[in-house]
């Protein structure tokens, strides 16, 4: 059974700092890219950052880079977010996601999310 389970959100003061985890099991962890999501209330789900699977190639959203920092440790399973210096703005449900990809086909599973308030 897959899953995927993230932990970390809450309630910080703009300036703060949080992070997020997301503890995955049930398929092979180092072969699937990780990224982190989010949706604010009323807009779209977007990309805040992503990890290969092999090479640990990242990727930011313009709005979070130099700010935030996405890392995986495959020995646990795990990817992680580190969000500093964080704005109202950044104020969403962030989404776990892990993407394998092959000329095969693929497979996308996500979580349930955790809430990041940023509100003084």
């Known amino acids: 059974q897959v899953q995927l389970v993230e932990s970390g959100g809450g309630l910080v003061q703009p300036g703060g700092s949080l992070r997020l985890s997301c503890a995955a099991s049930?398929?092979?962890?180092?072969?699937?890219?990780m990224s982190w999501y989010r949706q604010a209330p009323g807009k779209e789900r977007e990309l805040v950052a992503g990890?290969?699977?092999?090479?640990?190639?990242?990727n930011y959203a313009g709005s979070v880079k130099g700010r935030f920092t996405i890392s995986r440790d495959n020995a646990k399973n795990t990817v992680y977010l580190q969000m500093n210096s964080l704005k109202p703005e950044d104020t969403a449900v962030y989404y776990c996601?892990?993407?394998?990809?092959?000329?095969?086909?693929?497979?996308?599973?996500w979580g349930q999310g955790t809430l990041v308030t940023v509100s003084s």
């Open positions: 996601n892990a993407r394998f990809t092959s000329k095969y086909g693929g497979k996308d599973y």
């Open positions: 049930g398929f092979t962890f180092s072969s699937y890219a």
């Open positions: 990890i290969t699977s092999t090479t640990g190639i990242i």
